[in-house]
């Protein structure tokens, strides 16, 4: 915070401007202060994100954990019908509705080589 320079014989109202801009900035950093410090928890999370998705060296991270639902929606989940999807039938279904996923998946780590 930068202080104003008074002269030496400042009159009243050059003593009276002075102290309205102290106030002013005193304001502001007030500010400045309170909205970093709302701002904090959002900053903090973002950090958490981008961090997670970096250490894992996961490119799609998102795409991953729809994948990984689907996969335990097939897994865990009962057939439309009364007696359930067989073993066999529930693979197929698995593998055609990843097989999208795993070729874009596929496709992004040959470019990284």
Same mark, same amino acid.
């Given at each position: 915070m930068n202080l104003p320079e008074l002269p030496r014989n400042s009159s009243r109202t050059e003593m009276r401007k002075a102290l309205i801009r102290l106030r002013m900035e005193m304001h502001r950093q007030e500010?400045?202060?309170?909205s970093s410090q709302l701002l904090q928890p959002l900053q #903090? /999370? #973002? &950090?958490?994100?981008?961090n997670l998705?970096? &250490?894992?060296g996961i490119k799609h991270a998102p795409l991953w954990g729809v994948a990984a639902v689907t996969l !335990? &929606?097939?897994l865990t989940g009962k057939g439309a019908k009364s007696g &359930? /999807?067989?073993s066999l039938t529930?693979? /197929?279904q698995l593998g055609t509705? !990843?097989?999208p996923?795993?070729?874009l998946v596929m496709q992004g780590s040959s470019r990284k080589r």
């Open positions: 500010i400045r202060h309170e #903090r /999370v #973002r &950090g958490m994100t981008q998705q970096d &250490g894992f !335990l &929606g097939f &359930g /999807v067989g529930k693979l /197929v509705t !990843l097989g996923l795993i070729k």
